[in-house]
């Protein structure tokens, strides 16, 4: 068990971490800034994170998780609630955790994270491991029972689609509140946004379950 003095300061470090990362970013982010602002001797960072990109990797995890005990992909619902109803809410929790609660901080360690999806580190396989890979396949097992009969392929890219829908909202939010800002993720529009993937992804799935009617009874 580690004394308190070293827990101490290894959570200072990661808050540390999380304030300059998300400033700097990894690259331009430097372990004397992280120590100095942690009041933390220089060598810190190593004996408890083992690198300043581990850290780096530590505080995205950190992030992942407040975001997740704040608005969890399940969130009203359980295993045995109606598939619509926990796809809803699988939705406007990834929403949610993507719009972050205004705090600067969060909304630009949530790019950070975004950027490791688009460019992925070294440490990325963690992150997608623990955190992305488990809540990957909540949506599969919700879209499988949406798709009855249906192979694991077709499974696998409806809930990629779905994905793809929200990570836009993400991803091209500048873009869209210029040409579009009623569609701009924002907190007054997240039901909306959720309604119209919800609207959207069944309508997709019911085509495909009608093709499929049609084709067996061939």
Do not use: W
């Not at 700097?24 to 960072?45: D, F, K, M, Q």
């Not at 530590?58 to 926990?86: C, F, K």
């Not at 997240?190 to 799935?205: A, N, R, V």
């Amino acid at each position: 068990m580690a004394a308190p003095q070293e827990s101490s300061t290894k959570a200072r470090l990661l808050q540390a971490g999380r304030k300059v990362f998300a400033e700097r970013g990894l690259e331009n982010a430097t372990i004397r800034e992280i120590c100095s602002l942690a009041e933390a001797n220089v060598a810190a960072v190593n004996y408890h994170f083992g690198s300043k990109e581990r850290l780096y990797i530590a505080v995205l995890q950190d992030y992942i998780q407040r975001e997740d005990e704040r608005h969890p992909h399940d969130e009203g619902v359980t295993p045995q609630s109606a598939p619509e109803d926990r796809l809803r809410a699988y939705l406007r929790g990834f929403l949610l955790q993507t719009l972050g609660d205004g705090d600067p901080e969060n909304e630009r360690l949530g790019k950070l994270l975004t950027q490791e999806f688009i460019e992925p580190s070294q440490y990325f396989g963690e992150i997608f491991d623990r955190h992305c890979r488990p809540s990957h396949e909540l949506l599969k097992d919700i879209v499988r029972l949406l798709l009855p009969g249906h192979d694991e392929t077709t499974v696998a890219r409806c809930a990629s689609s779905i994905v793809g829908q929200c990570v836009l909202f993400d991803v091209g939010r500048e873009a869209l509140s210029r040409m579009t800002p009623d569609l701009a993720l924002k907190a007054g529009n997240i039901e909306h946004i959720t309604d119209f993937i919800m609207e959207f992804s069944l309508g997709g799935i019911a085509r495909l379950n009608a093709r499929r009617q049609q084709h067996d009874k061939a």
